[in-house]
């Protein structure tokens, strides 16, 4: 597992989360541990190293 930290979108808090480097390309929802909204996670894995993440806001 890989460890990666970004800012939520909606509140700015630094979060902390475990990527699967075995999946080349993932793409899901995961609320925030501070403030609960939506975010959408978005990365791509090449040669066992995250090669792409974004983390946005979800319009509601």
Do not use: W
Request: aromatic content about 8%; glycine content about 2%; charged content about 25%.
């Amino acid at each position: 597992m890989l460890e990666h930290y970004f800012k939520c979108p909606y509140c700015l808090a630094d979060i902390t989360m475990l990527i699967d480097p075995s999946i080349s390309s993932q793409q899901y929802i995961e609320d925030c541990e501070v403030c609960c909204n939506p975010i959408e996670i978005r990365v791509v894995i090449e040669e066992g190293e995250i090669s792409s993440f974004e983390a946005k806001s979800i319009e509601q």
